[in-house]
């Protein structure tokens, strides 16, 4: 349910429709449209709420049928949120982009990678400490050591870091090492993974499960919403399909259908969707056209050495010659890369 307040409604007015709405053990989310402001009903109301609300000063219109996902839908706050990690803005006009390797494998590695990236363009530095692997004899990732020379990285070469978080018990230990916490697609349904993030400050980077509808992605991030977190940003990465060509389908229309539906950014990810590096800059160019807010791209110095997803990273020289055509496509439209 949606109550859409008049235009100037006084404090006052506005402070007893929250006081009605809360008094029948329902939350409230307020955000403003226009001259309006629109508060959002979050639980199960009774039929008679409507009634009453409308017989309240200040309420111009109720509607029954609100979206089951009413703190990520675009009809809470008609307008696009930003999500800040520090200096990173992600849904202004600059096109944020994110790369670094798929897992942290040393220092040494890290840095190189860091450097060249921070060089080409990019603003954040992607890294896996924690691997969801599909075969339990493939790389788990480095853990907490990880994250330590992940942060060391990012702290380095003035970029911001992002992992993933893959257990609720490890949210705690990421909250201190890394900018934003990343929920990968096999955890895209992961409902008390997602509980916890939302129970911390950190922004968060969420990823579409590899068969999950629009719908579901978006309840998933009304789940981490839900409980407190409102920074949260979305990332296509590709769907299952019967097409083996790809490793994944890009869902290049998710990006104007989220646009279309919720408030929070929305991002591409173009390695996992490729499993190519030679589709990689084709699929981030294409992201940016569509409208992307930006792009989280595997980049590796050496990939064919790499622990995990070699083939689909970019090499140091492929991902500088990559943010150039992104730059381009960008100010095509208006806009421009994000810089630090």
Known sequence: MIARLVPGCSVAAKAEIIRHIEGQGLRVHVGDSGTSTVVSIIGNPSPRLADELQALSGVDSVTLEAPSY???SLDSQPGPSVVKVDSVSFGDTPVVVIAGPCSVESSEQLNTIARSVASSGAVMLRGGAFKPRTSPYSFQGLGVEGLELLHDAGSG????VVSECVAPEDVAVMVEHVDMIQIGARNMQNFRLLSAVGEQPKPVLLKRGLMSTIDEFLLAAEYIMSSGNPRVVMCERGIRSFDTSTRSTLDISAVPVLKEMTHLPVIIDPSHAAGRRSLVPSLAAAGVAA??????????NQPDQALSDGAQSLTLDGFADSMKTIANVAGALGRSVALL
Request: aromatic content about 0%; hydrophobic content about 45%.
């Open 70 to 72: 009413p703190l990520v």
């Open 157 to 160: 070469n003035g970029l911001k």
């Open 291 to 300: 409208g992307a807010d930006g792009l989280i791209v595997e980049v590796h």
